[in-house]
T-cell receptor, first 113, second 115 residues
Framework: AQSVTQLGSHVSVSEGALVLLRCNYS??????LFWYVQYPNQGLQLLLK??????LVKGINGFEAEFKKSETSFHLTKPSAHMSDAAEYFC???????????FGAGTRLTVKP | KAGVTQTPRYLIKTRGQQVTLSCSPI?????VSWYQQTPGQGLQFLFE???????NKGNFPGRFSGRQFSNSRSEMNVSTLELGDSALYLC??????????????FGPGTRLTVL
């Protein structure tokens, strides 16, 4: 079964610093990949998605992710962290033929002033 | 368009009881999926409904069930509640059409506490 692994359950950055959240997927076929963000006591909000149209995907709030097949990675980045980016981030994979979305364990991002 | 709505937002039950959670998808979306989120197990897929039919099912016991109505609204039911069923239950809807219709839009969740 397809799965994703998020490296680092907690990441802390200073405001204005680069944000890098890591995600690796296990799949023999390039799947659908997603990044979601969850703020406390809320549902998940889609940041961006990869559907094989382009390897560099731009999302909302200044986030982007690059699909690297050779590394089976889909890391999320943002050039300059903002205090409002503090949240939990989930990488997810979905197979070609159904909607069984598999999530990583999540990475909690803390932004220090 | 209105987003995915879930009712109730918070629920407290006791062991052995049963509970029904409701989800209204985004207008026009025909697929509804349910997820359980807990601190220990993270986000786990429960099941997906499309056009009133269960299409996929995760690895949960038969106490967890669901259904979808002709207007795409969905309910999930948990019978004989256990303490471990305490979780945030998230519903997500998707148009489920083509490569561009695969992302899921999540509701705010129902926080279930089992005492």
């Amino acid at each position: 079964a397809q799965s994703v692994t998020q490296l680092g359950s907690h990441v802390s950055v200073s405001e204005g610093a680069l944000v890098l959240l890591r995600c690796n997927y296990s799949s023999s076929v390039p799947p659908y990949l997603f990044w979601y963000v969850q703020y406390p006591n809320q549902g998940l909000q889609l940041l961006l998605k990869y559907t094989s149209a382009a390897t560099l995907v731009k999302g909302i709030n200044g986030f982007e992710a690059e699909f690297k097949k050779s590394e089976t990675s889909f890391h999320l980045t943002k050039p300059s962290a903002h205090m409002s980016d503090a949240a939990e981030y989930f990488c997810a994979v979905m197979p070609e033929n159904n909607n069984d979305m598999r999530f990583g364990a999540g990475t909690r991002l803390t932004v220090k002033p | 368009k209105a987003g995915v709505t879930q009712t109730p937002r918070y629920l407290i039950k006791t062991r052995g009881q049963q509970v029904t959670l409701s989800c209204s998808p985004i207008s026009g979306h025909r697929s509804v999926s349910w997820y359980q989120q807990t601190p220990g197990q993270g986000l786990q897929f429960l099941f997906e409904y499309f056009s009133e039919t269960q299409r996929n099912k995760g690895n949960f016991p038969g106490r967890f069930s669901g259904r979808q109505f002709s207007n795409s609204r969905s309910e999930m039911n948990v019978s004989t509640l256990e303490l471990g069923d305490s979780a945030l239950y998230l519903c997500a809807s998707s148009p489920r059409g083509g490569r561009e219709g695969r992302e899921q839009f999540f509701g705010p969740g129902t926080r279930l506490t089992v005492l």
